[in-house]
């Protein structure tokens, strides 16, 4: 393979990467109305954690960023009164992250909103194309050696009654919305 276009595709690879990290940042926001995009991963990796591990350092190693990072945006969604801070019962030089019963709801809201955030992120995309793009993202994450922690498993975070009826609302939604938007295209392609 030519070394110049190999060096040319991954540093646009990258730079493509950067500057789409930064839209999706900007685009997110205008949908979740109570929260920062960032804001809203870090109490989604926090309902992702076991009660008794949801430090600092935790939060920050699901989120592939710095513990300092994680304190600024736990001390700022603490002070919209979506979180508490205690201290851990595991370890006293660390602290754990509750979800207040204000921030579950903010969740909620934002999960639905960014639902459909991700429907449109993704509505030029087949199943096919999601799983390689994520697996490839995947990939690129173990650049360094280390897995991701990621967001596969279910919320360990107890969520109250109306959670599951918008759960189930917003999947008839999103199903309905993909299903027009596939229709849409094959009526494109006659």
Wanted: no cysteine; charged share 30%; proline share 1%.
């Amino acid at each position: 393979m030519d070394t110049y276009k190999e060096i040319f595709l991954m540093q646009q690879a990258f730079a493509t990467l950067f500057s789409l990290t930064n839209k999706l940042q900007i685009q997110g926001d205008k949908y979740i109305v109570h929260v920062t995009t960032r804001q809203f991963m870090a109490m989604t990796a926090v309902a992702h954690l076991p009660e008794h591990e949801t430090t600092l350092n935790n939060i920050a190693k699901k989120l592939g960023t710095s513990k300092q990072s994680v304190k600024q945006l736990i001390t700022i969604i603490e002070n919209k009164g979506l979180v508490i801070t205690v201290p851990s019962q595991e370890d006293k030089r660390a602290i754990n992250v509750k979800i207040t019963e204000s921030g579950k709801q903010v969740l909620l809201e934002a999960a639905e909103k960014g639902l459909f955030f991700l429907e449109n992120l993704f509505k030029d995309f087949t199943m096919e194309e999601i799983e390689s793009l994520w697996s490839l993202l995947k990939k690129l994450y173990r650049f360094d050696g280390k897995e991701q922690d990621g967001f596969e498993q279910d919320s360990v975070l107890e969520m109250n009654e109306n959670y599951h009826e918008t759960q189930t609302r917003v999947i008839k939604e999103f199903e309905r919305r993909r299903n027009q938007s596939k229709n849409r295209g094959l009526e494109d392609e006659e």
